[in-house]
């Protein structure tokens, strides 16, 4: 079962690098196997953001938390 707070700890090392931009990242919602988050600060509007959302973001939590197939950006 995917637990909300498996989830957080993934975020939590990905955070370690959005911080340092500037940025941040918040957990919205796990449903079935989809996690639906919303980056914040430098990272709302950084042109960047929706590679740093599959090619990081998602590809961290997946690895983490393998039952994870799907990452949204709300």
Not at 25 to 39: G, M, N, P, Q, S
Not at 46 to 67: G, H, R
Request: glycine fraction near 6%.
């Amino acid at each position: 079962m995917i637990t909300r707070e498996k989830v957080e700890d993934a975020l939590n090392k990905i955070r370690v690098g959005l911080k340092a931009e500037g940025g941040d990242i918040e957990l919205i919602d796990v449903k079935d196997d989809t996690v639906y988050v919303r980056l914040k600060g430098a990272c709302e509007t950084c042109q960047m953001s929706a590679l740093t959302m599959k090619n990081w973001v998602e590809t961290n939590i997946k690895k983490e938390v393998p039952e994870i197939k799907t990452v949204q950006a709300v």
